[in-house]
């Protein structure tokens, strides 16, 4: 079984600011991670995901992840956030056959002016 | 046209009512999955059918019962409603498992029961 912890239940920043949402995961096998985002009363839109392959991954709005295998870690990252990014996001884990995914509890993102 | 579309989006009843929430997926995908999403948005799987087949049925109480008429649909249904299932309940649809593709989101379904 798979498992994902978010490590920050609250991300507050300033517009145009950088910021890092931290993933963690656990797994005894081969994994594929995604992040999703949740705007207010919507359901949850795909943002990137980490399949094989480079490392760094790149996904929609600017946002970007990059896969540690060694630190078992999945964190996204966007070098400049605008105010229409405030929204819940989700780091998810599947293991390679992806019939179940995992969630971690979220991270609420909040931008500033 | 919306991919995996969900009626009703807010569902407000009585405890102890039976109610059904309805699941269409026009992706062509295979999998469809029923998440839980709780007060605190914690993301819960319940269940999951491979082409109208059960593949996955997580400690759920057996008052909810999901439905796969065909790969395009999956409906859930509750009976006897409690207070504790006052939830957000999204839909979902993959391609065959394995390909990684990710998972296609339903808008959810509000219920709450008083």
């Known amino acids: 079984a798979q498992s994902v912890t978010q490590l920050d239940s609250q991300v507050p920043v300033f517009e145009e600011a950088p910021v890092e949402l931290r993933c963690n995961y656990s797994?005894?096998?081969?994994?594929?991670l995604f992040w999703y985002v949740q705007y207010p009363n919507q359901g949850l839109q795909l943002l990137l995901k980490?399949?094989?392959?480079?490392?760094l991954v790149k996904g929609i709005n600017g946002f970007e992840a990059e896969f540690n295998k060694s630190q078992t870690s999945f964190h996204l990252r966007k070098p400049s956030v605008h105010i229409s990014d405030t929204a819940e996001y989700f780091c998810?884990?599947?293991?390679?056959?992806?019939?179940?995914?995992?969630f971690g509890e979220g991270t609420q993102l909040t931008v500033n002016p | 046209d919306t991919a995996v579309s969900q009626t009703p989006k807010y569902l407000v009843t009585q405890m102890g009512n039976d109610k059904s929430i309805k699941c269409e997926q026009n992706?062509?995908?295979?999998?469809m999955y029923w998440y839980k999403q709780d007060s605190k948005k914690f993301l819960k799987i319940m269940f999951s059918?491979?082409?109208?087949?059960?593949?996955i049925n997580e400690t759920v109480p057996n008052r909810f019962s999901p439905k796969s008429p065909d790969k395009a649909h999956l409906n859930l249904h509750i009976n006897s409603l409690e207070l504790g299932d006052s939830a957000v309940y999204f839909c979902?649809?993959?391609?065959?498992?394995?390909?990684?593709?990710?998972?296609?989101f339903g808008s959810g379904t509000r219920l709450t029961v008083v």
């Open positions: 979902a649809s993959s391609l065959y498992p394995g390909t990684g593709g990710g998972y296609t």
């Open positions: 797994s005894s096998v081969s994994v594929y």
């Open positions: 980490y399949l094989s392959g480079s490392t």
């Open positions: 998810a884990v599947s293991d390679t056959s992806g019939s179940r995914l995992t």
């Open positions: 992706l062509g995908h295979d999998t």
């Open positions: 059918y491979n082409n109208k087949e059960l593949i």
